[in-house]
Nanobody, 114 residues
Framework: QVQLVESGGGLVQPGGSLRLSCAAS????????MRWYRQAPGKERELVAS????????NYADSVKGRFTISRDNAKNTVALQMNSLKPEDTAVYYC???????WGQGTQVTVSS
């Protein structure tokens, strides 16, 4: 069955960095667009970043442009989100998502606080 397992979340100080990873299984990873979403308490889930099947096209929310980088390794069936210059408003649960089939991981908590 399809599985998306996120890891790498945690507590970080403002200005710090984290790298999230999502391990995919149960489907041909290289065929699909992958996305990262996040959901902060009391807010709707929002799209953070997207990457095309071959990694050639990436898109970002305005709020993270220049700070976050999405990447993928189709040989390892993983998609990553490098997050730099983190701000308290980046605090949220971050989810990995397979776009075409609307499959979601369980999420990983990111907390940015001093």
């Amino acid at each position: 069955q399809v599985q998306l397992v996120e890891s790498g979340g945690g507590l970080v100080q403002p200005g710090g960095s984290l790298r999230l990873s999502c391990a995919a299984s149960g489907f041909i990873f290289s065929y699909y667009t992958m996305r990262w979403y996040r959901q902060a308490p009391g807010k709707e889930r929002e799209l953070v970043a997207s990457i095309s099947s071959n990694g050639g096209i990436t898109n970002y929310a305005d709020s993270v442009k220049g700070r976050f980088t999405i990447s993928r390794d189709n040989a390892k069936n993983t998609v990553a989100l490098q997050m730099n210059s983190l701000k308290p408003e980046d605090t949220a649960v971050y989810y990995c998502m397979r776009y075409e089939n609307n499959d979601w991981g369980q999420g990983t908590q990111v907390t940015v606080s001093s």
